[in-house]
């Protein structure tokens, strides 16, 4: 049977951590929280499920998922966020990847989105379900540069498996507002760093609008009601600020 590392960022991240490490006990040869200062049960909860715990402070994900990888005891890397909760079908395939062997260097996983306890069709930047890359050969698979949304590269093959893994994400506006200022802040930062000179000035008013087109309308988010509504605007706002902040960090830091 192929050992397995499974790790799982925390950040004040009490409310699904049980859930998800309960979830894949049966699949943990080696169990590792990396927390980036909780104040709140997050440490505690994380030992009394067994699991290893190393503190890191945040500085982007991109990082903090290099970090977690290269404290994994194992070669094959399954990892989750703090808010993503594998459903019983998944591990149980998971399970059976272990005694057969995995035949890909790189697995994508099926995300289901859930948005103020609704299941949406979308959350900008991604259409619902997508499927991001969760369980990686360590030794084979790097992450890409990117601070935010970041990808993996690297890989000879990748399978894809299409059971879900329930990412209970945004539970209230205030949550919402604190992920777009924290995530624009690193969009912004990678926008000013490794883009051409586009026009930022400009592309803070126009991308917007483009942006509540597909991701509200094309996306079908319309017909999520008063929720799908909230992530159009998300979308707008998202699209908004990166721009203005990239732009803001050009003129201050001369690039």
């Not at 079908?89 to 790189?106: M, N, P, R, T, W």
């Not at 930062?189 to 008013?205: H, V």
């Amino acid at each position: 049977m192929t050992p397995l590392s499974i790790y799982v960022l925390t950040f004040n991240s009490e409310k699904y951590l049980s859930a998800i490490l309960q979830a894949v006990a049966p699949l943990a040869d080696d169990l590792l929280v990396v927390d980036s200062g909780s104040s709140d049960q997050t440490v505690a909860i994380a030992t009394q499920c067994g699991a290893r715990v190393l503190h890191r402070p945040f500085d982007d994900f991109r990082q903090q998922r290099d970090f977690a990888q290269q404290q994994c005891r194992h070669d094959h890397v399954f990892f989750l966020d703090s808010d993503e909760i594998p459903s019983p079908e998944l591990v149980a395939h998971l399970l059976q990847l272990k005694q057969s062997g995995f035949q890909h260097d790189a697995y994508a996983i099926q995300r289901d989105w859930i948005v103020m306890g609704q299941q949406v069709h979308a959350l900008y930047p991604v259409g619902c379900p997508d499927f991001p890359v969760r369980i990686i050969e360590k030794n084979r698979v790097r992450l890409s540069e990117q601070a935010v949304h970041e990808d993996f590269v690297g890989y000879r093959s990748r399978g894809r498996i299409e059971l879900p893994i329930k990412h209970q994400t945004f539970h209230s506006m205030d949550e919402i507002n604190r992920k777009l200022e924290l995530y624009t802040n690193l969009d912004a930062s990678d926008l000013a760093r490794m883009s051409s000179r586009k026009n930022f000035a400009l592309r803070q008013w126009t991308s917007p609008v483009g942006a509540f087109f597909k991701w509200y309308v094309k996306s079908g988010n319309w017909k999520d009601g008063r929720v799908g509504l909230i992530l159009g605007v998300y979308a707008a706002r998202f699209a908004h600020r990166k721009y203005k902040k990239a732009l803001q960090i050009r003129r201050e830091t001369g690039l």
